[in-house]
């Protein structure tokens, strides 16, 4: 299963879905996007990690980089997240702490 | 020792297709379903880890592990290059988009029911265990 990534824009927030595996060898691709998307401009992200399949910590570390590079434009970055599996990556680095985590995406929206 | 192994490439294409070996080796040995996605972490941790290093190195030397059901459960061992990246004295200087790397033992460490890093003689030995049934 390869990564998918898929960016819209809804009001000031930009929406990023991102879909099955995000690992050492994937992880590069959602780099580049999210540093993509801060070079156009895209201060505020969400990230919909609703359809991923599989997460590991350079994975976490790609989205940590993430933020630094929003906060530092002062902007946020937030995750969709409700699959314990991923959740659980989350909870065990402590990670939960930083990010805010949202069940769906229409909470991570309002 | 378990007795299945395993040697690949030290490049992050090979990752995948090792975790999937071993999760379906870990499911036949009887490990629980919600087991064996930490046993497919746990691997992949581990290979990222030594994939990482062995760049670091500059080496192309290959990385083997060994697994399957042992009396201590479901047991699997990577063996590579000890790499700058699992170096402690390293851990405080992260690359511009990498955690600590020592994140990826704090997760192995969580996800496992034991687990012990044993560098010997310029290789490193990462083994961990988790429980059948």
Do not use: W
């Not at chain 2, 704090?106 to 496992?112: F, P, R, W």
């Not at chain 2, 310029?122 to 429980?131: M, W």
Request: one cysteine or more.
């Amino acid at each position: 299963v390869e990564l998918t990534l898929e960016h819209r824009t809804q009001g000031d927030v930009t929406v990023l879905d991102v879909g099955g595996e995000v690992d050492v060898y994937t992880a590069p691709k959602l780099r580049e996007k999210l540093v993509e998307l801060v070079s156009d401009g895209h201060y505020n992200i969400v990230v919909d990690m609703t359809k991923v399949e599989f997460l590991d910590s350079t994975g976490l570390g790609v989205l940590v980089g993430g933020l630094k590079r929003v906060r530092s434009h002062n902007g946020g970055l937030e995750l969709v997240c409700n699959q314990e599996r991923i959740l659980k990556i989350f909870r065990i680095t402590g990670l939960t702490k930083v990010f805010p985590i949202h069940d769906t995406l229409e909470e991570a929206l309002s | 020792m378990p007795s299945v192994e395993l040697r690949i490439p030290p490049d992050p294409a090979y990752v995948g297709l090792a975790r999937l070996v071993v999760a379906q080796a870990a499911r036949q040995a009887g490990v629980p379903q919600d087991r064996v996605e930490d046993v497919k972490i746990a691997v992949d941790e581990a290979l990222a880890n030594a994939v990482r290093g062995q760049a670091a190195l500059g080496s192309s030397a290959p990385i083997d592990l060994a697994f399957g059901a042992t009396d201590l459960g479901f047991e699997v061992v990577v063996r590579a290059l000890e790499g700058p990246a699992t170096d402690a004295d390293s851990a405080d200087q992260p690359g511009p988009d990498l955690l600590d790397p020592k994140l990826s033992l704090t997760l192995i460490e969580g996800l496992t029911d034991d687990m012990s890093y044993e560098p010997e003689g310029g290789t490193v030995s990462l083994r961990f265990v988790i429980g059948l049934g």
